[in-house]
């Protein structure tokens, strides 16, 4: 079945980075988009990005810019998310989500199960 | 950056009735395609967001026909004809006509 599997929970210091992966199965990875999203503990959900998994310039949040990269590995249908210099409001779970399943629509249709990310010295 | 707003902000309601949740934005998510690119999901407790509602009235592949989603431009509207005790968790409308998308602060519906 379609489904996003995400690699597991991260501890880091502040300042440190972070890459987080995101690996597809049971479709095409290059046919779709795939977008992060991050929720802080107790907070709502916050949109990071998109990339066209088939190639293209990512699109990232204007205030994550600078210090966000998406990137891909069509060999092994992986997505990855790194963000760098970290500090505590990056304390986080992290979200891959597949998109362009529905004709005209940018819906995310298929999630992964979240990767926590704390920030910590 | 389109701001998107939710209400009510909690909604607590009984097994069997209707529910209706309403979200606005800030500026009009009617693409020049005709269609409205306002999504709704749905985060239940412990788990990552599903979704249920895309292209502003259009339910997603699996979700019950007792979720229904309406309007355009700026308002729109998540219906549950008949909450059932499986509905809880929190509501978002996101918009995806432009970057950065963004998304509600949430709906928490609870029985």
């Known amino acids: 079945q379609v489904q996003l599997v995400q690699s597991g929970a991260e501890v880091k210091q502040p300042g440190a980075s972070v890459k987080i992966s995101c690996k597809a199965s049971g479709y095409t990875l290059t046919s779709y988009y795939m977008q992060w999203v991050r929720q802080a503990p107790g907070e709502g959900l916050e949109w990071m990005g998109i990339?066209?998994?088939?190639?293209?310039?990512?699109n990232y949040a204007q205030k994550l810019k600078g210090r966000l990269t998406f990137t891909r590995d069509t060999s092994t249908s992986t997505v990855f998310m790194e963000l760098r210099s970290l500090t505590s409001e990056d304390t986080a779970v992290y979200y891959c989500?597949?998109?362009?399943?529905?004709?005209?629509?940018?819906?995310?249709?298929?999630w992964g199960q979240g990767t926590a990310v704390t920030i910590s010295s | 950056d389109i701001v998107m707003t939710q209400s009510p902000l909690s909604l607590p309601v009984t097994p069997g009735e209707p529910a209706s949740i309403s979200c606005r934005s800030s500026?009009?998510?009617?693409?020049?395609?005709?269609?409205?690119?306002l999504e709704w999901y749905l985060q239940k407790p412990g788990q990552s967001p599903q979704l249920l509602i895309y292209l502003a009235s259009n339910r997603a592949s699996g979700v019950p026909d007792r979720f229904s989603g309406s309007g355009s431009g700026t308002d729109f509207t998540l219906e549950i004809s008949s909450v059932e005790a499986d509905d809880v968790g929190i509501f978002y409308c996101?918009?995806?006509?432009?970057?950065?998308?963004?998304f509600g602060p949430g709906t928490t519906l609870d029985i």
């Open positions: 996101m918009q995806a006509l432009q970057t950065p998308f963004t």
């Open positions: 500026q009009s998510l009617l693409h020049n395609n005709g269609y409205n690119y």
């Open positions: 990339i066209n998994a088939s190639g293209g310039s990512p």
């Open positions: 989500a597949r998109s362009g399943h529905y004709k005209q629509s940018r819906a995310m249709d298929v």
